[in-house]
């Protein structure tokens, strides 16, 4: 079991064990993963949020192509190649911060506002 399902831990075999009727603790579980399981964590890491994540998220919050005109973001590697084509699809126009500028989003955001209000 553990083998086969990396990101399951010692308590969810325990749990799926107790399902078939088979006692043992967590412990005891523990002590037959480690050998099995190469060291290292076999959970999920922020690599599983990349490119087609956010490409994901950007087509469900334009839906039939009807969104924002611009698209602040930073220069981020989660924004790849697919979210790029999205984002073109929607003819939404991406606009990237440059790289070591924090406080250049928020200034934007305040000159915007201005804008709007005059």
Known sequence: MAVS????????IRGELLKLGIRVSKRTVQQY???????GNG?????????GWTAQQLR???PWGHGAM???RDSDGTYGPKFVAVA???EIN??????????????????????RHE
Request: net charge neutral.
């Open 5 to 12: 399902n990396v990101t399951w831990g010692a308590e969810r």
């Open 33 to 39: 993963i480690r050998p099995v399981r190469p060291p």
């Open 43 to 51: 959970g999920q890491t922020w690599e599983v949020f990349s490119d």
């Open 60 to 62: 469900e919050a334009t």
């Open 70 to 72: 611009h698209l602040i």
């Open 88 to 90: 073109e699809g929607a």
């Open 94 to 115: 991406v606009v990237t911060i440059p790289p070591r500028s924090p406080n250049l989003n928020p200034i934007c955001e305040r000159f915007l506002k201005s804008v």
